[in-house]
């Protein structure tokens, strides 16, 4: 897949301006800078985390952004994506990458966003979540084409056919989350 940044911005107050890329795995990698710019972190969040977001999502409640790195740090921040992310890993940078998330998710016409700047929250939309996503990556890098298909990317074809291959030969059972269509791990 390819290794190009789409560049997008957080939507707080003091917007914050990002880089973004998808794997051929389905894992997010974020690209921000901290110190005024000068020291650049790429962070990454995996498939399987993400897919984990997916399913606290899933309850189709209002949940809020809730990441201050402060209250994180203290314990005392409330239920919510931030917080969520800093169970997955106990990292106040890792929690406080929801909003880079968010941006995207919101972006992607994943998650719709109460359209405040303080007391964000986000609710999950309808649709499939990755292929929203991956098309959004898509369309962020070629801006004057948005009609770009997702079968100008072949390793996530292959993956996704690979995957619904597999998916085809096994009984149903319960409900099967959505990214192990998509991603291998």
């Known amino acids: ?20 890329r998808i794997d051929g795995r389905g894992n997010i990698f974020i690209k921000r800078k901290f110190r005024r ?15 984990k977001l997916y399913r606290f999502m899933e309850d189709l409640e209002w949940k809020d952004l809730a990441n201050d790195a402060a209250k994180m740090y203290m314990g005392t921040e409330k239920d ?8 997955l890993r106990p990292k106040v940078t890792y929690a406080q990458l929801s909003s880079q998330l968010a941006a995207i998710f919101y972006h992607a016409e994943v998650w719709k966003w109460n359209e405040r700047k303080r ?6 939309l309808s649709g499939d979540w990755q292929e929203k996503t991956m098309q959004y990556y898509i369309n962020s890098l070629s801006p004057e084409n948005e009609s770009i298909s997702l079968d100008r990317f072949p390793e996530y074809t292959k993956i996704k056919t690979e995957r619904q291959a597999e998916l085809d030969e096994m009984p149903p059972k319960g409900k099967q989350t959505k990214l192990s269509i998509f991603f291998d791990y």
């Not at 007391?119 to 999950?124: A, E, P, S, T």
């Open 1 to 20: 897949m390819s290794a190009s940044w789409s560049r997008s911005h957080t939507l707080g107050i003091k917007q914050k301006a990002f880089s973004w």
């Open 37 to 51: 710019g000068r020291f650049p972190r790429i962070d990454k969040i995996s498939c399987s985390h993400l897919e």
């Open 80 to 87: 919510g994506v931030g917080k969520f992310m800093y169970k």
């Open 119 to 124: 007391g964000m929250k986000f609710l999950l």
